[in-house]
T-cell receptor, first 114, second 113 residues
Framework: GENVEQHPSTLSVQEGDSAVIKCTYS??????FPWYKQELGKGPQLIID?????GEKKDQRIAVTLNKTAKHFSLHITETQPEDSAVYFC?????????????FGGGTRVLVKP | DVKVTQSSRYLVKRTGEKVFLECVQD?????MFWYRQDPGLGLRLIYF???????EKGDIPEGYSVSREKKERFSLILESASTNQTSMYLC????????????FGPGTRLTVT
């Protein structure tokens, strides 16, 4: 089955700096890659996603890039703010033949220092 | 807004007890999921359901069962709780399968002593 590895596990940045989280996946058939943000005491919430026919997608201060050849995708947060402090999860979705299951990475705890 | 609620935020049970975790969603979603969240391991899928009375095993179904008698409610059952089931349990729902956004509840922190 699919395996998703996420790095780093923790990331501390100064407010205003950029943060980058990287994920690799094993199943070349995977074609959908969402990113979820989990704030303290809450469930994860989708913040951005990318499909395999797109190389990059941006939404204000966040962007996601996908390299299908290398089987890795990344989340970029620019001009970080204290409210960006949270745990971030990447995930991959293989084809329907593999079942309706998202496979999540291990998570990255991001701390933005004011 | 989609709302997914879980019956308890914190639960403490003893080894061997039968434990029920309840999840309710209010958006008429077809799909519902139960995940377990452990540090460094991310979210691991226990079971999911794509319709009433339908269920499919996820990646770590051992020691768990589920029930979906009504579309809005999905229950996770620990038949005989063990200490290695101490974890955060998250329920989610989605309108479409796979590529659809999953909406998560706040989680239940279960401690088995």
């Amino acid at each position: 089955g699919e395996n998703v590895e996420q790095h780093p596990s923790t990331l501390s940045v100064q407010e205003g700096d950029s943060a980058v989280i990287k994920c690799t996946y094993s199943d070349s058939a995977s074609n959908y890659f969402p990113w979820y943000k989990q704030e303290l005491g809450k469930g994860p919430q989708l913040i951005i996603d990318i499909r395999s026919n797109v190389g990059e997608k941006k939404d204000q201060r966040i962007a996601v890039t996908l390299n299908k050849t290398a089987k890795h995708f990344s989340l970029h947060i620019t001009e970080t703010q204290p409210e960006d402090s949270a745990v971030y999860f990447c995930a991959a979705y293989p084809t329907e033949a593999a079942g309706n299951k998202l496979t999540f990475g291990g998570g990255t705890r991001v701390l933005v220092k004011p | 807004d989609v709302k997914v609620t879980q019956s308890s935020r914190y639960l403490v049970k003893r080894t061997g007890e039968k434990v029920f975790l309840e999840c309710v969603q209010d958006m008429d979603h077809e799909n519902m999921f139960w995940y377990r969240q452990d540090p460094g391991l991310g979210l691991r899928l226990i079971y999911f359901s794509y319709d009433v009375k339908m269920k499919e095993k996820g990646d770590i179904p051992e020691g768990y069962s589920v029930s979906r008698e009504k579309k809005e409610r999905f229950s996770l059952i620990l038949e005989s709780a063990s200490t290695n089931q101490t974890s955060m349990y998250l329920c989610a729902s989605s309108l479409t399968s796979g590529r659809g956004e999953q909406y998560f509840g706040p989680g239940t922190r279960l401690t088995v002593t």
